[in-house]
């Protein structure tokens, strides 16, 4: 059966993203400085084809966004200008800081006599190519965490990939990547340089669900953080950053990945037994490019048993909804504010005084109009136990609806399930004070 047509990308004036070769960006913006530097902020949308995050950029096209990315990369014009970067240069040695399984050895050690080249990766296909970087300006917002303020422009450098390296797995409108991780030439660190925003390496991230409108990123802020209410289209009464608990936050050498240390999971309240340092092995990994929280075997099963038990009612299991397997008929779902009143997941988190829980709006799934499946998935091609592979991987999903704030000065992770009156989607984006 022929896939029905996807939506032409929407337009979003306030954020175009120009990648141009670096002779033009003498013409094209001057030198800009400010006193009082704030944090920059940047739309975020939903592909509903493909479930990845985006940010707009030129005439409607976007970059997939990847927490686990550590470049900045889009495809060029033919005639595109490579900057005049050594091989030798501080920045060709941040561009090769992550390779990509695909991308092959590193350029340490070798002769090193040419311009420097990168190696960007299409974050759900894992191809790599080589690419020449460039420099480029982003245009973008400053915010006060209530609205826009004043358009800015972002120096960055970036690569420019082929266009093969695009693939049909990504949003029709995608150019490009744009890498949230902790490496030098991802955004978060690019944004920092140019704007020498007070909080360089923090960043609030508050994923939309699809169809629901645009959430957003924040970056070189701790906040403060304000979303409308759905009913008076009014600024909620707080600050959502003072909402926010907080859990470790990890990396790992030659690894860009996010991960939170977890002791344990709960279930309905109670703890569920898993094998001796299953959690341990492999960590809870924070990723983007998935659409669904993902766990290894060892995990899984202990968790949607305990969740398939906790139902209120035994006789709700239905049919299985690929990719789920655990599915039920929502009409005997009993409804409440936080979603269908099923059993809360939690992790638990190092030192057990904190949890991340996911109510039912984040643990569940409409499928079609009788059905709705836990969205948890088993991992495929993982053996249980595997200390090389997450022992779980939450996906883009359960991250909706939360403002996370990413703080690598600070090595935590804070997380606040957005109040129920509003949502991602309700960051006021018409323009404040200039």
Request: positive net charge; aromatic residues 6%.
């Amino acid at each position: 059966m022929q896939a029905p047509p996807r939506k032409m990308p929407r337009r979003n004036p306030l954020l175009p993203l120009f990648l141009l070769p670096i002779s033009a960006l003498v013409l094209a913006w001057p030198a800009s400085c400010t006193a009082d530097p704030v944090p920059v902020l940047f739309p975020v949308a939903k592909d509903p084809a493909t479930s990845l995050y985006t940010i707009p950029v030129r005439d409607g096209a976007s970059h997939v966004i990847d927490l686990a990315g550590p470049l900045l990369w889009s495809t060029c014009d033919d005639d595109h200008l490579p900057a005049n970067i050594s091989c030798r240069d501080r920045l060709c040695k941040l561009a090769n800081a992550y390779r990509a399984p695909s991308c092959g050895g590193g350029v340490a050690g070798h002769p090193c006599s040419k311009r420097c080249k990168a190696y960007p990766y299409n974050p759900v296909t894992g191809r790599c190519a080589a690419a020449d970087l460039v420099h480029t300006r982003l245009v973008a917002n400053t915010t006060d965490g209530r609205n826009p303020l004043s358009q800015v422009p972002v120096r960055a450098v970036a690569a420019c990939a082929p266009r093969t390296l695009l693939d049909h797995r990504l949003p029709r409108d995608a150019t490009g990547v744009a890498g949230l991780s902790a490496a030098g030439l991802a955004l978060p660190a690019q944004v920092a340089t140019s704007q020498r925003v007070a909080n360089a390496n923090a960043f609030l991230l508050c994923l939309p669900r699809s169809g629901s409108g645009d959430g957003v990123a924040v970056f070189g802020g701790r906040g403060p953080f304000f979303l409308k209410l759905f009913v008076t289209g009014e600024p909620s009464s707080g600050d959502l950053t003072r909402t926010l608990q907080f859990a470790p936050l990890r990396s790992r050498p030659g690894n860009p990945l996010y991960y939170v240390p977890v002791s344990g999971v709960a279930v309905g309240r109670a703890p569920v037994p898993l094998p001796p340092r299953a959690l341990a092995a492999g960590g809870v990994v924070l990723c983007t490019r998935v659409p669904y929280t993902a766990l290894r075997p060892d995990v899984y099963r202990p968790v949607v048993e305990a969740f398939d038990r906790g139902l209120v009612r035994s006789d709700m299991r239905v049919a299985a909804v690929p990719p789920f397997e655990f599915c039920y008929n929502r009409t005997l779902l009993p409804p409440t504010r936080l979603g269908y009143g099923v059993p809360e997941i939690a992790l638990l988190l190092e030192g057990g005084k904190q949890e991340w829980t996911f109510v039912g709006s984040s643990s569940m799934v409409d499928v079609d109009a009788r059905t709705a499946c836990l969205a948890l998935l088993e991992m495929k091609g993982v053996k249980a136990g595997d200390p090389s592979a997450a022992a779980v991987v939450v996906g883009g999903f359960q991250m909706e609806d939360h403002l996370l704030q990413f703080d690598l000065d600070k090595k935590q992770l804070g997380f606040a399930r957005v109040p129920i009156p509003s949502a991602c989607s309700n960051f006021n984006f018409t323009r404040g004070r200039q």
